[in-house]
Nanobody, 116 residues
């Protein structure tokens, strides 16, 4: 199993920045891939960014060039740096861990609100 704890959400103005953190309860080397998803009211949960155990990354088109996913293996933590935030980025952001042979695990989510 993997426990995931997100932090870093909040309220920021359009154009601002936030950094989300996701602390895992086990070594990132034991996790096949990690990702950030988001879910806005009335919408389906969608992938925002992912990072593999080999540090390959992928991004949703809507966030390319603005968001950066990274990992700190020593801290068992994955980050999502979000710049140039827009009102449409408002959502609950969830951390996900995919463990081969064990399935997917989710954090509790952190609210991100972009508003003036």
């Amino acid at each position: 199993q993997v426990q995931l704890v997100e932090s870093g959400g909040g309220l920021v103005q359009p154009g601002g920045s936030l950094r989300l953190s996701c602390a895992a309860s086990r070594s990132l080397f034991s996790i096949y891939a990690m990702g950030w998803y988001r879910q806005a009211p009335g919408k389906q949960r969608e992938l925002v960014a992912g990072i593999s155990s080999g540090s390959s990354t992928n991004y949703a088109d809507a966030v390319k060039g603005r968001f950066t996913i990274s990992r700190d293996n020593a801290k068992n933590t994955v980050y999502l740096q979000m710049n140039s935030l827009k009102p449409e980025d408002t959502a609950v952001y969830y951390c996900n861990a995919e463990v081969l042979g064990a399935g997917n695990y989710w954090g509790q989510g952190t609210q991100v609100t972009i508003s003036s």
